[in-house]
């Protein structure tokens, strides 16, 4: 029986964007931005359509409140993920990573750091990548293009060692509690 997966890692800019934009998002001020804009929009709807006069000042600033949080927050987030791609050391060689029954192992060039499963609190995932969390602002984030043929593999693996720890999982990574590691 195989006990280890050794794969290598090369961060992209769709997954730090992805893993960026969704852990805006997911958090109190990211919630708050997106209703915010939404009333931003609302309220600029109500005063063309519903007023019998449209105040020109007030309907500015709905228009700038929505645009600011509906469109330059994300796109702020996705340069921050260029920026970050472009300056960061760390992104610019792959990582390698091993897969242990007892910790998951991150190599990249001299460094070296052993992880234990029991380390990991949330695993998430969206279409570009999975973020493997180890507290609430530290992840690994794995751009999902990079598993290739191993996705499937390498996601139950992750999941089952973690499983007895029982992190916090995105509903899309329960379908591997089941699969049995390869």
């Known amino acids: 029986m195989v006990t280890e997966k050794r794969f290598q890692i090369q961060m992209t800019k769709e997954a730090l964007t992805g893993f960026m934009v969704t852990s805006y998002y997911s958090r109190l001020g990211g919630i708050f931005s997106i209703l915010l804009g939404l009333a931003g929009v ?3 709807v109500r005063e063309i359509f519903f007023r ?3 105040d020109i000042p ?3 600033a709905y228009v700038i409140i929505a645009l600011f949080c509906l469109l330059v927050n994300p796109l702020t ?4 993920a260029k920026k970050q791609m472009e300056t960061s050391p760390s992104y610019q060689s792959p990582i390698e ?3 242990h029954p007892e910790y998951l192992e991150v ?3 001299e460094e070296h750091l052993e992880v234990g499963w029991e380390l990991i609190y949330k695993i998430k995932m969206n279409k570009s990548m999975v973020a493997i969390y180890t507290s609430k602002i530290n992840a690994f984030v794995w751009p999902l293009s990079e598993l290739g043929d191993e996705k499937a593999s390498i996601l139950s693996r992750v999941v089952q060692y973690t499983q007895e720890f029982h992190p916090i999982l ?3 990574l329960k379908k591997y509690r089941t699969s049995g590691t390869q």
């Open 77 to 80: 987030l996705r340069a921050r």
């Open 52 to 54: 019998d006069h449209t």
């Open 107 to 109: 190599c990249q060039g």
């Open 97 to 99: 990573y091993t897969l």
């Open 170 to 172: 995105s509903g899309n």
């Open 42 to 44: 609302v309220m600029a």
């Open 58 to 60: 007030s309907l500015a």
